[in-house]
């Protein structure tokens, strides 16, 4: 099939700079506007849109710092003395051989006061905590961790 019109590049030919205006426009790699990544949030902006809309940008999971993760782990498992004796006031623990009863899986602080007799049943106690609660008439038990 026969073209209607002229192909473009014919019109250019013979001419010296085929279009490209002066002869130093298209001198070496200068309209190239950089290699490789340069450029690419500045002039070729576009094309990084179309082409890798994700290269930029946070993506996936972050990782929290593992002494922030241990430090709350820790924190998870106290209980001070005080904790103990507001549960005590809000009615909160059961009875148990004649006392009122907490188990708890963690370690007991001696911070605070108490001063109703209890019986704690704990992994760990501070010797604090220990005194405290055997000096009012409680009792404490260390949990077996291994059963």
Known sequence: MARRYEKKYKKYLASRTFGGGNVKNRRGSGCRGGVGRAGA???KWLQT???EPDYYGRHGFSQIP???R???KIQDKLLKVSDISSLVAEKKLKEKEGLLFIEFEGK???T???NVPVFVKAS???KSAKEKI???GGRTEVLNRGA
Do not use: W
């Open 70 to 72: 241990k430090r709350k």
């Open 134 to 136: 055997e000096k009012v």
């Open 112 to 114: 605070g006061s108490i």
């Open 41 to 43: 949030r500045k002039h």
């Open 49 to 51: 849109l179309k082409n």
């Open 66 to 68: 593992s002494q922030l």
């Open 124 to 126: 760990s106690f501070s």
């Open 108 to 110: 007991i602080l001696g």
